[in-house]
């Protein structure tokens, strides 16, 4: 059997008393796209940052590309340097030009040249559909084409998997669907992607996983058929009520 990218196995998060998670199971292929759902306070986003521990688990373990991310031993700035991360919030360097934001990493952590970083972030920026961008500032932009500046700034870092939490939920909803566009095109080149969203169409038609999550547990996970087409569990079909 080949080593999953991502395998979850009983890991368990509070937060002082809150138990966020109670013993998650998930494991995530080379090139599958696991989309997560479910109700907010779920569980969701601590799941995501347990993946590149941004936040430290409790117990259980977490192993990407086989590594056990909690070993005291696991290199975690080589780690998180393969994991790339999409947050709902843009968080582009408002005084830099979206050239500049795809190159500083590039140069201060993998120590590429100029001339390289800005060859990749061009090829980065016209993968996402900005090539005409790159001499703009974030606030020049639109909300949709600052996400997507963000998530070519990820791939800038050539990373082994994308980690995406509610990638376009601050957006106004005409701007949803060109940000969802490039990361379908991601999907179809073959990234590895874990997807937390409320974009149930997305999940449908590029998930080969959808993970419904509530309380902090995984209730039921399958094809998107399965799970969103004809759920199993009471709690899912009362969740795909709500937002269907
Ligand atoms: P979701 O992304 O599904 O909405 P989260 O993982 O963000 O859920 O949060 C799950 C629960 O954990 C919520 O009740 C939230 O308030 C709580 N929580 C998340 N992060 C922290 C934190 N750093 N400190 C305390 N509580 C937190
Ligand atoms: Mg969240």
């Known amino acids: 059997m080949t080593t999953p990218a991502i395998e979850i196995s009983d890991l368990r998060k ?3 008393s809150l138990e966020v998670l109670r013993g998650i199971d998930l494991s995530v292929g080379f090139g599958e796209v696991v989309c997560v759902i479910g109700p907010s306070g779920s569980g969701k986003s601590t799941l995501l940052r347990c993946v590149n521990l941004l936040e430290e688990p ?11 991310v909690t070993d005291p031993d696991c290199d975690l700035d080589g780690l998180r340097r393969t994991i790339g991360m999409v947050f709902q919030s ?24 100029r ?11 016209e993968r996402v559909g900005l090539a005409d961008k790159a001499g703009a ?18 791939l800038a870092m050539s990373p082994e998997l994308m980690l995406f939490d509610e ?24 990234m590895t992607m874990m997807v937390v969203t409320h974009e149930m169409g997305f999940a449908r038609e590029v998930a080969d996983r959808v993970v419904f999550m509530d309380g902090g547990q995984v209730v039921e996970a399958g094809p998107p058929a399965d799970v969103l087409g004809s759920p199993t569990e009471a709690r899912t079909r009362e969740f795909l009520h709500r937002v269907l």
């Open 137 to 154: 500032y974030p606030a020049q932009l639109s909300g949709g084409q600052q996400q997507r500046a963000a998530i070519a700034r990820s």
């Open 14 to 16: 509070s937060f002082g």
């Open 167 to 190: 990638p376009t939920s601050a957006l106004d909803p005409e701007l949803v669907g060109e940000v969802l566009a490039v990361m379908r095109s991601l999907a179809a080149e073959g």
């Open 90 to 113: 843009f968080n582009l360097f408002g005084h830099l030009s979206v050239l500049a934001n795809l190159t500083i990493a590039q140069r201060r952590v993998l120590k590429r040249s």
């Open 58 to 68: 409790d117990g259980g373990s977490v192993r990407v590309g086989g590594v056990e």
């Open 115 to 125: 001339a390289d970083a800005e060859l990749i972030a061009r090829e980065n920026l």
